[in-house]
């Protein structure tokens, strides 16, 4: 998983399939990208389209004349089975799913396409990333998802499973003086999760401080153990979510996850070492701060 997570922040060609035309919502992938000066090839991907943007684009996965190491999959989510046939025919490396509809939505048929598309993947050895989340930024290698973000690589790492939160903090970050290593947005964890993130930066030597934002994990024991590990060689400022009924509703709404109870979540920071923030302000000041300290340079 570190290997292949670490190819999927070095990609040498990029497809954005379902990349719109006009302002729409999906735009912003594409407009991030060639922002960004992403140096390598960028496939968009739309059947009624024959270029985006000024570039050439594909009717389908399958048409694409050169090799795809990572996917952008902005369709809706009952055309994502067949998105990810193709994907991993085509040997794509990894995917980022995008839009909603799955195991955040409580019901057993988003669940059960959740699954289906993990077990599409891993047979293919493909990765995921997602659903309901933006996927990938990292300023080293010219990948974004969003405007507006800096292009000045920095030590601050961030895994979190909110998309918005990742895209506000982006564009905030630079007038706090905030630069990044590489930034996850997990969305519901389907396959990758927050602990493989949370392994991955822990042993990043291009990371120094790690920021998560946790709304619930799958496997607790994993996830201790990665975040014990992570702990040990840098800070990680933790911001977990779900603590109250309300929290926890929320969170369950919006990537499906269980958030456990705040006295069991105060054991893992004291067992492990993670430094707590409540609320959006103090995580940020947090980053600001810990990134400031030589050892995190």
Known sequence: SIARINDLFHPRSVAIVGAPRGVKTGAVFLTALLEQ???GVIYPVNPQAEEISGIKAYPRVADIPGAVDLAII??????????????AAKGVKGAV????GYKETGTAQGKALEEELVRLAREAGMRLIGPNGMGLYCPKTGLSFFPGVSKEPGPVGIVSHSGSLTNILGRLAPRKGIRFSKVI???????????DFLTYLGQDAETGL??????GIRDGPYFLRALEQASLKKPVIMWKVGLTQ????????????LSGSREMWQAVERQTGAVRAVGFEAWVDALMG?????ESR
């Open 37 to 39: 000066g992403f140096p």
């Open 74 to 87: 902005l369709v809706p989510h009952w055309n994502s089975i067949a998105v990810v046939k193709e994907c």
């Open 97 to 100: 799913l995008f839009t909603s």
């Open 185 to 195: 947005s997990s969305g519901n964890d389907c396959d990758l999760t927050a602990a």
């Open 210 to 215: 790690i920021g998560s934002y946790i709304e």
């Open 246 to 257: 309300e929290g926890a509703r929320a969170s369950a709404s919006h990537t499906g996850a």
């Open 290 to 294: 810990f990134s400031l300290l030589p």
